[in-house]
Structure formats: C-alpha cells, structure tokens
C-alpha cells in the first residue's frame, strides 16, 4: 500500500475543496478515456467495410452443448464444423455451449477434441436448410482411460467442485414422498439447515435462492426450500456470485456472497403448485400461510403470502406480529426481452420485554450493568424491482433494473439501567430511567443498467455497469433520561427531555467498464476501471422540551454536515486456467485505488479535503486434482477511509452523555485477507472432506480511546467521551472444517464439524493501549440415522468454548463454555400418521445470573396425513416442560461481554390444517428435438 498527496485542512473554506476534487477527477477519468476510446476502435474493427458485397448466400446459425459422462458441460473443447461450403471451427464456452454463425450450409460433419478426453468420430449432419436458426441435441465425449490413474468411480459422483461452484446430485439422496426441499437439503454434506428456513454452507451462510439460474420469489431462502418439492429437484449449487457484470464477464472484484441455486429435473420443469395452511393456538397464538407458483423452464410465476402472531423467542417475553406478501413474475415479451417483477411488503408489530447484563472493563476496575426494557416497535416495508434483460443481436446485451423501497417505522421504548463499579469514587454508579419514541420514513429509488459486447474473437468482451442510487431519511425522535447518580458525597439528579430532529440523504453514482482479452485457449488479460461517488446531506437539530413549550435549536446539540467519498479503482489481471482441463488456474494484477474525502460542518464552520492513493495486488490461485477435489487460495486487500464524523477535531455533544471527538491526522485502514479452501469428495467412500481458513491483517486500524470526564450536569459524576486514533497489529484467525461420511447407502451418516476463531484486538481505555485475546472454538457431531423409511434420527452433540484475556490488569479477564445436545427426527405410523420431535438440552457454565443452566427444551407434533398425502392436520406443542430460560452471551472487542436473558414463556400449543396441491410434466424442445440446459440449469 502506498500513500500519496495526502491533505487534511480543518479550517473553514481555507482550502477551496473543488480544487482537489477537480485534480483527482482528472486522474480518475484518464483510465476510462483509454477504456473508452480503444473499446470505440475495437468496435470500429468488428464491423464490415461498407462496400457493395455480392448477393448473400442464404445462412443460419448452429449451436449445441458438449457433456462428460457425468453430464456437465466440456469447457474449451475444440469443435471443427466442415461442408462443400464451410471449414469452421470454434470452442466451448464455461458451459459447454458451442455456436456457429454464418453457415452456408445445413448439411455438415461436426469433429470435437478436448484434452483427457477421446477425439470424437466424424459424426454428420443434414439439417432443414429453412432454419435460421439450429439447436443440436447435446454431444457426449468419453474420457480418456489412460489418463484416469485415480480410483474407479461407481457411477456419477455425488458432488462436483468447480470454479465457484459447489454442485450436489439430487438423485443420490433419499427422501420420502412429498419431501421439501429442506428436507433434501439435510441429507446433503456440509447443509446446516435452520427451523426458519435459514441456510448454512460449510459454515457460510447462504444468502439469496435461485432456480434454474434466475432469482426466484425475490430470492427468500426459506420461501424456496420450505414449499418447492424435493421430487422436481435435479441438482443443488452453492454459488460464490460476485455480482452479474461478473457472471457475464467472469471479471471478480470485491467479496462473493453465497447463493443457493435448484435446478429443475427436465422431466419435472414444467407445474403448478399451490400450498395453504392455517394454525391457532393457545395464547392467542395464530398462522396462515399461501404459497402459489407456476414454472416453465425459464418462465416462473409465484405469490406468497403470511400471517403469524406468535411468541417472540428472542426477548424474554413478548410477540411479533407478522404480516407479509410477495409476488413474483419472470417472463419473455416475444422471445427477444426476458422480464421479471417483483414486489414485496412486509407489516410487523413486536413487543418486546429484554433484559441485558454487561460488563466493561475500565483502569478503575470492571463496570457492570443492567438493563430492563420494553420495547414496542411497528415497522412497514415496501420493496419493488423490475428487471429488463435483452440480446439487442447476437454480440450484445442490456440489462436494466429500476428499483424503489419504501420504509416507515414507529417506535416506542422505555428502559431501566443500573450502573455499577466496586469503587464509588469513580463516579460511574448510576441509575437511569430511559423513555424514547422515534418516527422514521426512509423511501430509496435506485436503477441499474449493464451492457456487454461480445466480439468475434472468442472470449473477447467489453461491459459497462451504470449504478444511480438516492435514499432520504426522516426521524423525529422525543428523548428523556432522569440519572440517578451516588456519588461519595452524596446523590445527585438530572433529567433531559429534548427533540431530535434529523435529516439523511445520500445519493450514489457508480460507474464501472470491463474489457476481456484472451491472449490464448487458456490465458486471458482483463481491464476494469471504476468510480463510486457517495454524496451525503446530514442535519441534526436538537430542541429542549420546556414548561412553556419548545426551545429554539441548540447549536451546541445540533450537528449540520455534508460530505462525499469519492473512490476510483482501476485493475489490471492476468489470468490463467481458461480450459476445462486446466488443473492448475490463477490470476494475477494490481488495483490502483485514488480516493477523495471531503465536505463541510455547517453547524461548526470548518472543513476539510483529504486525497490518498493506495496500490492493492491481486492473487487467486486454484488446483484442481479432480472436479472432486481442489485447493484455492485468494489474497484480497482493501482501503477503507475514515469516516466524516471520526476526523472531525470538534466536540460534537449530540449525546450530552456520551460526546465524540473526531481525530483530523487518522490515516486510512488497509486490511490484508488470505484465504484457503480444500474440498475433497471421495466418491467411493462418501467421504467428504472441507476446510477453510481465513486470516486478516489490519494496518493503520481505527480504534476508540473511551476516556473518562467529569459530568457537567452532575459534579463529581462521570461520563464517557470517545476519540479516535489509528494502531497497527490488528489480526484474525478463522478456521473451519467439514467431514462428512455416508454408510450403508446413506441409511446411515456421520458429519464433524466445526469452527474455531482468534481475534488479537486492540483496545483503548483513558490513554492506555489494551491487548483483548479472545478464543472462541465451535465444535459439532452429528450422526443421522435413517434406517428404514418410517424412522429417522438426527443427533447433534455441541460444544462451545470462549476466553478472553486482556492485557492490562485493571480489566477482568472471562471464559465460559456451554455443551450441548440436540436430537430430531421423525416416525412414521402407519401409513398416514407421522410424529416429529425435536430437542435439546445445554450444560452452561461461566456465565453469571442465569436462573437455568442447564434448561430441557422439548417440541413435539403429530401429523395426520389426509386426502392421498395432499392435507394434513398437525397438532403442535412447543416447549413442553417450559424450561426454554437462556441466555446469550457475546464477546466485545474490549474484552467485556453482553449477556441477554431469552424468552422465559415459550411454551404454546397450535392446531395446523395444511393442503398441497401440484402437478409436474417435462419441457420439450422447439421441433421435437432435445431440451438444451446451462450449466446454471437455465433453458437454452
């Protein structure tokens, strides 16, 4: 990393921030001047020279797919196409697909070649010469035996490693008639399956649900899995997606987020379902629930809509009300222009009674806290996105997304905190009755538009991405706080009651272009430039609630500043392993990352401009054995700024009772990541093995010295105030591991797993630098039995184990373990009864004041299946013995901790009526012939 014309001016409009801006711009815009003018001579040199040409002889276009006996797609195979008129030849692309444009000729002799697999015969073709355009039925190559040294596989592997691609066979994994697809996903390795629909991979949570390559029903996860059927499912893909233009261009940049993707069994891709179910229980408890949909191949309509009033586990005691709907429709407007909208809202009305304990370490000694509270909290969402996407012709494409999000809420709370440290003199024991009621409207318009340009040239590519953001807030707050405060001479009160009012917008430019040169079947060079502008307009005005009415605006409460970030990066990448016989694949480049931070405070009269300039390297590298097994390696750097508000060197006493001071010399924080995967899946043994580490590196990391001062409402009482500064040697180590063995045709299943973390955080308390260690190991074993098809049993034994030690004396040291067992399943009675169970039991030990640390948790249902298996009616009881008393501990990075007291009144019963109605048939292809599939399992 490297830093260069780094300004700081803290004066008011002493430094013209235009300028700076203006100089940086210039810089920024270079690259994108270049992208655009050799992107204009590309184009130029793709296009024909307008001369007279001869009459055209009529011509048509052929494309087909090529598969492995495993029946994914053959990546860089060489396909030669010759007739009386035609000797052409191209190559598959990352799915296997092939394509011919301009062929004079519909009869023809197509000839595929593919390292480590055997040279297909000359296989030949008379098509209908009418047809402009010709789809093929998919071509299978064998793989060479001389090159297969390793072990014989019986049959297709279960799961398959590729490149960003985790992909499970469906078939492979037995699960009863009527089966969802979370009852498929258990069975799988490495799936951690939660009761609310909530997906883990390998220890990674999985964000968003496709089917067939296109995002369904907004992409709820547990929308997906908890109503689609497991019978129509072919294969299961845990997808690293870094973004569409990424997709599309195969261009990474930033962090992947994990995406569940179902693809559709041909035969089962064509239904209509529909689910409904309603509940009522004791407590006034009540559901209802409807789920519709209707898929054909690409085609996708769905509507879901909710009602819950239930129990609020999370809180010690309380319920949420839920209300929520979403619709969904993907479609083609005249096979040219793929369309899909969606529109979602969300009502939810929780009250909530929490209580905390909390300890923070200070050089006076520990300080403990406890806080009551009642909260009740209304909130409405509304969310709509339409997508446009289009092949404008064969070599180009456009994407357009406008969005709009609208949210309200109004809450309303009231809270009880009693403040304790072993010496009085310290000035911190207090008592604190808090009262809020908060307002808040927050509308959001976004679009997003992408365009691609493919060339002749294969894997040649130019992409742009235009992004254009603007979000308002409004919130009206009402404040009072009486303190309590017991002091060595004494006690002393004080009482606040203001009105905050605050304004928010931000507005968010980005704009991104990519150009692809390949440099040979397996090597590549890549351009990305970008620039990404943050705009912000903040106002904060406090007012005093008097006998007589409202005071005017206090400035030295208010807080009036507008800023903007303004960040380029322009990188260039070598890439290597383009061939689907690549073991070896990586890529190597640089990212230049210029930045400018600037803005006003208006309430305070100063300003300031800051520009830095920081070079980050870029490294992947991936080894492939088999697609069952590889290890990668991805180093990522990433320079982050500081925040307006934490280089402001003013006293911003907004909170009277915990002001900040901003720091105008703060550097910006660089973190260094390195991660590490291995995947191994031994097909013989249904063994499969996964490990993954992660380590960071913070240099110039912001941290907060919490110093304490003297009250000035309450002489000889203490308050907190919180500046900033910059310290090196900020690290974290991660590391997760999954073994997962099947026995007896997977009657029987074993899964290890586990997580183990250390952080060395840094710390700092009225000047003196704190060192917090903190350890925090995870470790689960979970055998499944599946015996027969009326029993199944899932166990799982757990055992969590957190330290902390702290460096400096004054601050307590802590460490706790729980240990854990859960055991689930079901059993079915006859033909049409099923009873299902489910549960747990903890042994908690160095956590204070929990009244139960060791509390039974036992749910129960029974289940009477009706009408051929299409309804059911469920009788449900939740926390039987009533024990569900527990807490929640989290670690802070000072080394103090927070533990919240969870639900001491769960236990409920339901009545459950539930009817699904579906039926599914096969896709068939245009003409009879076959059905051509993506590799994402998208309709060709």
Do not use: C
């Amino acid at each position: 990393m490297k830093s260069l014309n780094q300004v700081n001016a803290v004066q008011l409009y002493a430094s013209p921030p235009h300028a700076h801006y203006f100089n940086l711009m210039m810089r920024l815009s270079i690259p994108f001047f270049f992208l655009l003018f050799s992107a204009a001579q590309l184009f130029a040199q793709d296009k024909p020279k307008t001369q007279d040409p001869p009459p055209p002889l009529p011509t048509r276009e052929i494309s087909g797919i090529v598969k492995d006996s495993t029946d994914l797609g053959v990546i860089g195979a060489t396909v030669s196409l010759t007739s009386d008129k035609d000797t052409l030849k191209t190559s598959t692309n990352s799915d296997g697909i092939f394509i011919f444009k301009n062929v004079k000729s519909a009869t023809y002799t197509l000839v595929i070649q593919s390292i480590g697999y055997e040279k297909s015969k000359a296989m030949r073709f008379k098509q209908n010469d009418m047809i402009p355009r010709i789809v093929m039925d998919p071509i299978y190559l064998k793989e060479q035996k001389n090159t297969l040294n390793e072990v014989v596989i019986e049959g297709t592997p279960s799961i398959t490693y590729k490149t960003d691609t985790v992909e499970y066979k469906a078939s492979d994994y037995v699960v009863r008639k009527n089966a969802t697809v979370d009852e498929l996903l258990k069975k799988m390795e490495g799936m951690e399956v939660g009761t609310d629909g909530s997906l883990v991979h390998q220890g990674e949570t999985v964000a968003k649900a496709k089917l067939n390559g296109k995002e369904y029903l907004g992409g709820d996860i547990a929308n997906a899995i908890k109503n689609l059927p497991a019978e129509i499912v072919d294969k299961i893909q845990i997808v690293d997606d870094y973004g569409d233009q990424a997709a599309r261009t195969g261009v990474k940049d930033g962090d992947p987020q994990k995406i569940l993707n179902i693809t559709t069994r041909t035969d089962k891709s064509v239904g209509n379902m529909l689910n409904m179910n309603a509940a009522g229980g004791s407590n006034e408890r009540k559901e209802a629930g409807l789920f519709g949909t209707r898929i054909n191949g690409n085609q996708q309509m769905g509507i879901n809509g909710n009602y819950r009033d239930v129990i609020n586990l999370n809180s010690l005691s309380g319920s949420t009300e839920t209300m929520g709907a979403n619709f969904s429709l993907r479609d083609k407007i005249k096979n040219k222009m793929e369309y899909n909208v969606n529109y979602r809202f969300n009502n939810s009305n929780n009250d909530n009674i929490n209580k905390t304990e909390s300890l923070v370490n200070t050089n006076g000694g520990p300080l403990f806290s406890t806080n009551n509270s009642n909260r009740l909290q209304k909130s409405k969402d509304h969310e709509f996105k339409l997508e446009f996407e289009m092949d404008l012709d064969s070599n180009d494409y456009l994407k357009v997304v406008p969005s709009f999000k609208y949210n309200s809420s109004n809450n309303t709370s009231s809270s009880e905190v009693f403040q304790r440290n072993e010496d009085v003199s310290q000035g911190q024991n207090q008592d604190r009755n808090i009262r809020n009621s908060n307002s808040r409207t927050a509308p959001e318009l976004g679009i997003s538009a992408f365009y691609q340009h493919t060339f002749k040239k294969y894997r040649r590519n130019f992409s742009s991405q235009i992004d254009l953001n603007r979000n308002s807030q409004d919130q009206d707050q009402e404040q009072y706080q009486k303190t309590r405060a017991y002091l060595t001479a004494g006690e002393e009160e004080d009482i606040t009651n203001r009105i905050i009012a605050r304004k928010n917008l931000r507005n968010n430019y980005r704009g991104s272009l990519t150009y692809v040169e390949p440099l040979g079947l397996n090597t590549q060079f890549e351009v990305n430039a970008q620039v990404n502008y943050n705009g912000y307009k903040n106002d904060a005005t406090t007012r005093d609630i008097l006998d007589s009415g409202l005071s005017g605006v206090i400035d030295s409460l208010s807080n009036i500043y507008d800023y903007s970030f303004t960040q380029g990066r322009v990188a260039l990448n070598f890439r290597y392993g383009m061939a689907s016989t690549s073991k070896v694949r990586f890529s190597v480049g640089l990212t230049g990352v210029p930045a400018l931070l600037s803005g006003t405070k208006v309430s305070l009269g100063t300003s300031t401009n800051r520009s830095s300039f920081n070079l980050i390297p870029i490294a992947r590298f991936e080894y492939r054995w088999t697609r069952q097994q590889k290890l990668s390696f991805n180093y990522s750097g990433n320079a982050v700024e500081p925040t307006f508000d934490q280089i402001q060197p003013v006293r911003d006493v907004t909170n009277q009772k915990n002001p900040v001071v901003g720091n105008p010399n703060l550097a910006a924080t660089f973190v260094h990541t390195l991660r590490a995967d291995y995947n191994n899946y031994i097909a013989n043994s249904k063994l499969n093995i996964s490990f993954n580490g992660n380590g960071s590196y913070t240099k110039n990391a912001v941290i907060r010295n919490v110093v304490e001062i003297a009250d000035p409402d309450i002489p000889g009482a203490k308050i907190n105030e919180t500046r900033f500064m910059n310290v090196s040697g900020v690290y974290r180590l991660t590391g997760n591991y999954n073994i997962s063995k099947q026995i007896s045709n997977r009657k029987y299943s074993l899964n290890l797993n586990g997580t183990m973390n250390y952080s060395h955080n840094l710390n700092m308390r009225d000047g003196l630098l704190n060192t917090a260690d903190i350890t925090s190991i995870n470790q689960r074993f979970g055998p499944k039995i599946n015996p027969t098809d009326w029993l199944e049993i899932n166990a799982d034994l757990g055992y969590r184990y957190d330290k902390t030690v702290n460096s400096l004396s004054s601050f307590r040291n802590t460490s706790n373990s729980t240990f854990s067992v859960n055991l689930d399943g079901r059993l079915y009675l006859w033909e049409n009864w099923m009873l299902t169970y489910n549960g747990s039991k903890q042994f908690i030990s160095g956590i204070q004041g929990n009244t139960n640390n060791s509390p039974l948790i036992i749910n129960a249902s029974l289940e009477r299946q009706l009408f051929n298996r299409r309804g059911q009616i469920t009788f449900q009881a939740f926390d039987v013995l009533n024990q569900n008393n527990f807490i929640n501990n989290q670690l802070n990075d000072d080394g103090g901790y927070t533990n919240t007291f969870v639900n001491t009144t769960s236990r409920y019963f339901m009545l459950k009526l539930s009817m699904r109605l579906q039926k599914w048939s096969g896709a068939h292809g245009r003409g009879g012939r076959g059905i051509m599939r993506r590799g994402d399992g998208s309709f060709m």
